[in-house]
């Protein structure tokens, strides 16, 4: 019993540090040409409509990341421009029900 305990904690481990080894967790590479734009969104009033407007923009080709601020009703999204740009992804929000503007600030 205690060795199937044991076996099973080995491999959750394993698999748990091979999965953060592999992914990036929605970080910019280093060394990329990512570009973060900041949109405002409408209509986002409950819990739920941060994490539509999230999966929408994660969805467009060349995304790397989304940060959703429901208090602040913005969203930073950090993308590779030679694959997106501002207006798509903000076309994808819109298209779920959530319009979104580009602010006009990059970092």
Known sequence: MK?????????????????AA??????????????????????MTCATCPITVRK???????????????KAKTVTATYDPALADAAIIAEASTAVGFPAHASGETL
């Open 3 to 19: 060795r199937n305990i044991l076996f099973s904690t080995v491999l959750a481990l394993s698999v748990s540090g091979f999965l």
């Open 22 to 43: 592999q992914y990036s967790w929605g970080t910019p590479e280093e060394g990329s040409n990512y570009v973060s734009q900041i949109f405002t969104v409408e209509n």
């Open 56 to 70: 929408a923009m994660s969805r467009v080709d060349g995304v790397q990341s989304v940060d959703v601020n429901f």
